[in-house]
């Protein structure tokens, strides 16, 4: 059996288990080679490299645009790490390169609401999962063309390339314009540029609070 990187310091952070096409679990992603050794390298180097974007609220941004990283993942992964007895190293990057950097061995793991699949299982070791939120589609206020994912067939969004939600978009058939994160995919939502965007609720939820936005 594939052992998890974190083990057992990652147990005091539970979700309920996948419910649906359109809901997920995330965690931390390390590479399918990760167990004892791997571990033992962490705490003797004292460091855990964390991969990470660093602009996906409510989860792990920076608090008005340029502070402290924070987030959900953020204070998980610094927890983990304290448990180790080591310190999280941050390095920021753009979504669509993360996993290419876990591989290079830029960092040793990846938390950024890394949604669990059976396709990312089979090459990462993953820790157990923290975060439980469905996906959502998010349009203009005005229209209603759009009330389901099977809506999206024919119609444009905007999505990262290599996402979960991209795979969901794509497989309901619509037409994607490729974008590097959340902050692109909602403007161009707003600016009538694509028609819709999916994404995780609770991104957002968080994005609706932050900005009072009524459209």
């Known amino acids: 059996m594939k052992r998890s990187l974190i083990t057992a310091a990652a147990l005091t952070v539970i979700a309920v288990s996948l419910a649906g ?22 705490q003797d180097s004292g460091t855990l490299t964390v991969g990470t974007e660093g602009t996906y609220r409510p989860f792990t941004f920076h608090e008005g ?8 993942d953020v204070e ?31 960092f040793d793991v990846v938390a950024n609401q890394v949604s669990i699949t059976p396709e990312r299982v089979d090459e990462y070791e993953f820790s157990t999962p923290y975060t439980y939120s469905a996906g959502v589609i998010v349009v203009k206020k005005g229209n209603s063309s759009i009330t389901s994912f099977e809506g999206l067939a024919g119609k444009s969004t905007a999505q990262s390339l290599s996402s979960n939600w991209y795979t969901l ?11 590097e994160g959340w902050a692109q995919s909602v403007a161009l939502v707003e600016q009538g540029r694509v028609d819709a965007t999916v994404n995780d609720n609770l991104t957002f939820l968080d994005y609706q609070k932050q900005t009072g936005h009524p459209a």
């Not at 359109?22 to 992603?29: D, H, I, K, P, Y």
């Not at 992964?77 to 290419?100: H, M, P, S």
């Not at 978009?169 to 974008?179: H, S």
């Open 169 to 179: 978009a794509e497989e309901n058939g619509a037409k994607i314009q490729a974008v």
């Open 65 to 72: 645009g340029a502070g402290k990283l924070t987030g959900y």
């Open 21 to 42: 096409c359109a809901a997920g679990q995330t965690g931390t992603a390390g590479k399918a080679t990760a167990g004892d050794d791997s571990l033992t390298a962490v």
């Open 76 to 106: 998980v992964i610094e927890a983990v790490a304290a448990r180790l007895g080591v310190d999280a190293k941050f390095e920021e990057t753009q979504w669509d390169a993360i996993f290419q950097g876990l591989k290079a061995g830029r």
